[in-house]
């Protein structure tokens, strides 16, 4: 665990052993990337994002995940984290559809894209719909009311809100 510079000459010898785009190949090259991160990189991303410094929350994840795709695990974490910078909505969008695309029955999944859309005026009505029939689902309930809740106070005061908001209370 941690030894990039072997798990590397593995991979160099699996390149030679598999054809250009062998999905196996890609999925050595994802584990290698996740067994090798590093995590004090990656609680610096974290910590980050939390105080709300997206865009250098972003430029860290980018710089420990070279540039590619994030691993399955922090793809969530990610493309939230993208969506909330001033020019990083359109990607994470595009990030946590292609993610849920691969995985249409995960509920944090649907949860993460449903919380994204609401972080725009523009897709927040979406969100704030896949929100609330994501408060049925058990696994994510607990969250997805939360968000639905904090959409709402984005969404601000008006009578055009009425309905969401009865909607949430009831």
Do not use: K, M
Not at 87 to 108: I, K, Q, T, V, Y
Not at 110 to 115: C, G, N, T, Y
Not at 156 to 167: K, R
């Amino acid at each position: 665990l941690g030894n990039r510079s072997a798990a590397e000459r593995l991979l160099a010898r699996l390149r030679t052993l598999l054809p250009p785009g062998d999905p196996r190949l890609a999925a050595a090259e994802r584990a290698i990337q996740l067994a090798t991160a590093d995590r004090a990189a990656l609680a610096d991303a974290r910590r980050l994002a939390q105080a709300g410094q997206s865009a250098a929350a972003v430029a860290r994840y980018r710089e420990l995940f070279g540039g590619r795709t994030p691993p399955d695990q922090f793809a969530i974490e990610y493309y939230l984290t993208l969506g909330g910078t001033p020019d990083g909505f359109a990607e994470a969008r595009e990030g946590l559809s292609a993610f849920l695309r691969a995985r249409p029955n995960d509920p944090r999944a649907q949860l993460a894209l449903a919380q994204l859309l609401t972080f725009r005026a523009e897709t927040r009505a979406e969100g704030v719909a896949r929100l609330r029939a994501l408060a049925a689902v058990p696994a994510v309930s607990r969250e997805a009311i939360a968000a639905w809740r904090q959409a709402l106070l984005w969404a601000g005061a008006s009578p055009a809100q009425i309905p969401a908001l009865e909607g949430f209370l009831q």
